[in-house]
């Protein structure tokens, strides 16, 4: 199809009417509806592909606590090594204690172990301090004065209270 | 509404529809469907068959695209209607294909008979397909738009006389390219 000679400057008519095809009113669309459900479709499944991968996510944080616990567990559980239950358990800041044969312990270094291992590896406040008092009753001056640096922090404390109460004592008599 | 509000507003709509909001995405749609279906008529030279089809890849890919647009570059409307350009090329270009395999058919079979040749809606659409994007949008504006010559050169910043000297080469160039 040829168009007519074109007049430049002027409107033409041929060129006009082909480029004003398709034009005017469209009138209601019949794909309206269903292109929108589609692309809503699109919407909805990318939602739920976020939600599945946050879930993911979250799961996979969950397990790796899980299996953190887990390692940490078996960790503490794990049996000593036969060196270490030769050795003597080391004191309440870890430092060694010196090793003395069960048989040579006297009572109040006795009365002293079950004070620590009350303290340190039941948790036992109570009974730890009813033990300390008593090895400090039975202890002399010389052995409550050995080693300040092996006592826990609950023996520590009752020995500073317990000299405070000499010296308030003493100050009182004099 | 002015250009900062109108990226503003693009912006949370973009947002919302990437979060998964239905409601957003209705409303987008409901905005731009109907000037984006004439466009793409227009484009495929009336053929409303073809422009059904087109229109409806259209939004599923701008859909699928939607973290891609930037209310920045340019208005959503007009992103969907760089879309919809590529999707209708696409298209030409595969009915382009379809018609030569079946010319090369038919003419194997009956050499004298006369060759079949695209219909006149389908000359319009590669037409505008083939021109500049400059030509297509004035003549956009001109027959699709129903502006003056002053009404565009005002939107474009231009004067009246560039505008009918654009008009006039944009004419030309769908003339010349028509009739090849």
């Not at chain 1, 459900?37 to 397990?63: D, E, M, N, P, Q």
């Not at chain 2, 059904?52 to 969907?80: H, K, M, Y």
Request: charged share 30%; proline share 5%; hydrophobic share 40%.
């Amino acid at each position: 199809m040829t168009l007519g000679p074109n007049d430049h400057g002027q409107c033409d008519e041929p060129v006009d009417a082909l480029l004003r095809t398709g034009t005017g009113p469209c009138g209601v669309s019949p794909i309206r509806e269903t292109t929108l459900a589609r692309t809503i479709g699109v919407i909805r499944f990318r939602r739920h592909v976020r939600k599945c991968i946050l879930a993911a996510s979250l799961a996979g944080c969950y397990a790796a606590g899980l299996a953190t616990a887990g390692l940490q567990t078996r960790a503490r559980h794990e049996a000593p090594s036969p060196q270490a239950a030769r050795s003597p358990s080391p004191g309440p800041r870890g430092l060694p204690r010196p090793a003395v044969a069960p048989a040579r312990l006297s009572r109040e270094e006795i009365v002293r172990r079950d004070a620590d291992r009350s303290l340190l590896e039941r948790g036992d406040v109570k009974k730890a301090t009813r033990q300390y008092a008593l090895y400090l009753k039975l202890a002399s001056a010389d052995q409550r004065a050995s080693s300040p640096e092996q006592d826990s922090w609950l023996l520590m404390a009752l020995k500073d209270a317990r000299s405070r109460e000499l010296k308030h004592d003493r100050v009182k008599q004099d | 509404m002015d250009s900062a509000a109108r990226v503003e507003r693009e912006r949370l709509l973009r947002r919302a529809v990437l979060g998964g909001d239905e409601g957003a995405w209705r409303t987008w749609y409901d905005e731009a469907f109907d000037a984006l279906y004439a466009y793409i008529l227009w484009r495929c030279g009336g053929r409303h068959d073809q422009a059904d089809e087109v229109a409806q890849e259209t939004w599923l890919t701008a859909v699928r695209r939607i973290r891609r647009f930037d209310p920045d570059r340019g208005s959503f409307a007009a992103w969907l209607r760089g879309l919809a350009a590529n999707v209708l090329r696409h298209h030409l270009r595969r009915r382009s294909r379809q018609w030569k395999r079946e010319e090369a058919a038919k003419s194997a079979e009956t050499a004298l008979s006369p060759q079949p040749q695209p219909d006149h809606a389908d000359r319009i659409a590669a037409t505008l397909d083939a021109v500049s994007e400059r030509h297509e949008a004035v003549l956009r504006a001109k027959y699709l738009d129903g502006l003056s010559v002053a009404e565009i050169a005002a939107r474009w910043n231009e004067t009246p006389k560039a505008i009918e000297s654009l008009l006039t080469r944009a004419r030309q160039a769908f003339r010349e390219l028509f009739e090849k």
